[in-house]
């Protein structure tokens, strides 16, 4: 069982690293400051003033970032590297003591997962930006905040429910990846054929 509430954790703390990795690394260390629930020891390396005041500070700059159109995209192509970094190291870390290879295959699922989600929140982004009204970006953001915290609340309380969350909305990012992909293939084709 206890390979499994790591990977929950590590999955459900990756993929919410991909959205906001700084709501992540606040609540990672937050909950292992006040002990919102008995953790393994490694979670102890967020429990640190440094880095939970950055990820705080760092989280209210993106609170606002993500609420103005446009400046949004440019938020998120500034993190398109950071955020897989966060949750390869963020599963890394959760991991705690394990050999080499292990850590490092652990760390390319949790920067691939980070990288997934990063990207998904990235092109839904950049699509509600042709939208004329404001509203769309508000509501996603409230939304991707209300998402990362009920997630990382489910990896530290519940991993084997964040692992099976986790894991869903994996596979339909894939789904929906192969059909955008198709489509615009698709699409592609039928401009290039000479009439």
Avoid: C
Avoid at 147 to 164: E, H, N, Q, R, S
């Amino acid at each position: 069982m206890e390979p499994l509430t790591t990977l929950g954790r590590t999955l459900g703390f990756s993929f919410a690293a991909g959205i906001n990795l700084y709501a992540t690394v606040a609540l990672l260390g937050l909950a292992s400051r006040y002990g919102w629930v008995a953790l393994p020891p490694q979670y102890q390396a967020f429990d640190n003033d440094f880095i939970i005041g950055a990820a705080l500070v760092m989280y209210a700059v993106e609170f606002f970032a993500d609420k103005i159109p446009y400046f949004d995209s440019l938020w998120d192509a500034v993190h398109t590297a950071i955020r897989p970094i966060g949750g390869a190291l963020i599963a890394v870390t959760t991991l705690g003591n394990a050999s080499p290879t292990t850590e490092a295959l652990v760390a390319l699922l949790g920067g691939m997962v980070a990288t997934s989600t990063h990207l998904t929140k990235t092109s839904t982004r950049a699509a509600a930006n042709v939208s004329p009204e404001p509203f769309s970006n508000w509501f996603l953001s409230i939304g991707e905040d209300v998402f990362v915290v009920g997630l990382g609340v489910l990896a530290l309380k519940y991993p084997l429910i964040a692992l099976g969350v986790a894991t869903a909305l994996l596979i339909l990012i894939a789904v929906f990846a192969t059909v955008i992909v198709r489509t615009a293939r698709r699409w592609f084709a039928r401009r290039r054929v000479p009439t």
